[in-house]
């Protein structure tokens, strides 16, 4: 009997275990589906791919300083932050990113520097 209610309590442990690590494994598939956004090529692009291509235009820009900018991509929603030299600067700035695949909205909340 004693025999019966060790194995009893190891199914029930290892079942316990099999059900946590399956919904471990289907959250982290589910983020990863709604965390791309998918191109004109059907290729999928992350957030981090479209910010890092963002930064990567902005970059060598002579007259962009993209050093103060900070830019975070929500579901290929970008929203920039920090500090620009002139609202001429920030229109560039946002033409520039509207035009980067992947990119669905801008939201800017940059400051301009006085």
Same mark, same amino acid.
């Given at each position: 009997?004693?025999?019966?209610?060790?194995?009893? /309590?190891?199914?029930?442990? &290892?079942?316990?275990?099999? $059900? $946590?690590?399956?919904?471990?494994?289907? #959250?982290?598939?589910?983020? +990863?589906?709604? =965390?791309?956004?998918? =191109? =004109?090529?059907?290729? =999928? /692009?992350?957030?981090?791919?479209? &910010?890092?291509?963002?930064?990567?235009?902005? /970059?060598?820009?002579?007259?962009?300083?993209?050093?103060?900018?900070?830019?975070?991509? @929500? $579901?290929?929603? !970008?929203?920039?932050?920090?500090? !620009? %030299? +002139?609202?001429?600067? @920030? #229109?560039?700035?946002?033409? !520039?990113? #509207?035009?980067? #695949?992947? !990119?669905?909205?801008? %939201?800017?909340?940059?400051?301009?520097?006085?």
């Amino acid at each position: 009997m004693k025999q019966y209610k060790t194995l009893k /309590l190891a199914l029930v442990m &290892s079942m316990g275990l099999t $059900f $946590f690590s399956m919904g471990a494994s289907a #959250e982290t598939s589910w983020y +990863s589906e709604i =965390n791309t956004v998918t =191109n =004109n090529t059907g290729q =999928n /692009l992350s957030d981090t791919s479209i &910010s890092n291509k963002i930064k990567g235009t902005l /970059l060598p820009m002579q007259d962009i300083d993209s050093d103060n900018i900070s830019i975070r991509t @929500e $579901f290929g929603h !970008v929203f920039l932050s920090g500090f !620009v %030299d +002139s609202k001429a600067q @920030e #229109e560039k700035i946002l033409q !520039v990113i #509207e035009k980067i #695949e992947g !990119v669905k909205s801008v %939201d800017s909340d940059v400051n301009i520097k006085s």
